[in-house]
């Protein structure tokens, strides 16, 4: 797996992104399949970098793999932040009107409907979440 590390604040989310993408582009991953693992990374490291360390900052790695057959992309997250797991978390009525939804848990919910799985551990100090897409 390749990776990159770096501070997790939201104007490192560009490199995140740029770096995932170049792994895409290199095993030509079709644009849909794409823009969703895009997507999920983008929420991913926003969120990492918005509560992980609040309000300190904190380092974030990313790794990437592409590989078998058929292709899948794994993405994985790790940070020493504080210990959360966002799969625990009840997901958000959507059935009810906006003004009566409580804020957040569409981010993750929209992670879990464009990956096949995603899932979290915490092991020696570190929030590890890995997330999965066949392409």
Known sequence: MKEIRLPAKTENL?????????????????????????????????NIANYAYRPEVGEATVRCS?????????????????????LSREAPDTSLPLEDREIGGLGILLVKKNMDTIDYEYR??????TIKKKV
């Open 14 to 46: 560009k490199k995140v992104i740029d770096f995932v993408s170049s792994e895409l582009e290199i095993h030509s991953c079709p644009l849909r399949a794409k823009f969703q693992i895009e997507l999920a990374v983008e929420e991913i490291f926003v």
């Open 66 to 86: 592409v590989e078998g057959e058929p292709l899948q992309v794994t993405v994985q997250f790790f940070d020493r932040g504080k210990e959360y797991n966002p």
């Open 124 to 129: 020696e100090g570190k929030n590890i979440l």
